[in-house]
């Protein structure tokens, strides 16, 4: 129970996309002993979840939060704070993976702004709206879900990850005088759901040769939320059976 009394809140977590990584992040933190406030566009699935972890008897509320929007936001933490008291850990995992992503100069000036607003402007956002209520808990700790693929071209995703790396290593140093960490996890693709084609060609990518499941994480996520961790502030850690390695 390394998270004993803590209060998290996961962004993304509703598990509606196809990766699902916010969902076990979420039951992963829950089962650490901290309270979980579970956030996601679709509330619908937010509320599913939450429910899910609390009939395994856990402490979890489910809340609908677009992160691109600043009054989604607020309620956010306000639930957390009516419902646990504060904030303690943050978990920016909503993001708008692959698919036309991948493409570059395909996308429109608008599309540009909605992957920058969802990938790499609202973690900020999401940190700024938190700090406060961790500043008065006595510090906290932030966790960007990036991407392997911020090492390896994927178009635009690829842009929005390498930022949102940057925004890990700002976000360190600016929050370090209220005792709040941020680091970041870049997983390699998990894939469970692709066409076997396309696991085997990200399998030969990897030097690492079974595919990765969402499971293998949790033992970083959870490290980097707890104080195990406590010396290390602004890295981006790459977890994704050794692709990045041997791709650039
Ligand atoms: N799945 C992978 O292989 C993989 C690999 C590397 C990084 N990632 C990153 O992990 C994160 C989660 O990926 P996933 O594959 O589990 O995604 P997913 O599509 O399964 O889940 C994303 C969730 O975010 C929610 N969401 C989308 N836009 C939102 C918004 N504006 N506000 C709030 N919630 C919103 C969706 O409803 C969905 O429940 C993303 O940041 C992704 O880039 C995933």
Redesign the pocket.
Known sequence: MRLENKVAIV?????????????VYAHALASEGAAVVV????GE??SRVADEIAGAGARAVGVR?????SD?IDAMVQAAIDAFGGVDILV???????GKWSEAVILSAEEWMEIL???TV?PIMCAKACAESMRTRGGGVIVN?????ALIDAGA?TVS?LALNGVTKVLADELSGDNIRVNG???????AKLPEEQVQRLLARQTVRRP?E?QDLVGLLVFLCSAESSFMNGQTVVI?GGMARITK
């Open positions: 962004t993304g977590a509703g598990g509606a996309g196809v990766g699902g990584l916010g969902v956030a996601d566009i679709d699935a937010a939060c677009d992160v691109t929007s989604d920016n995992n909503a993001g708008l993976a692959r607003a969802v990938n609202a879900q990036s991407s392997n693929g995703y990850k996890i870049a997983p390699g693709v998990m894939t990765g969402p994704d």
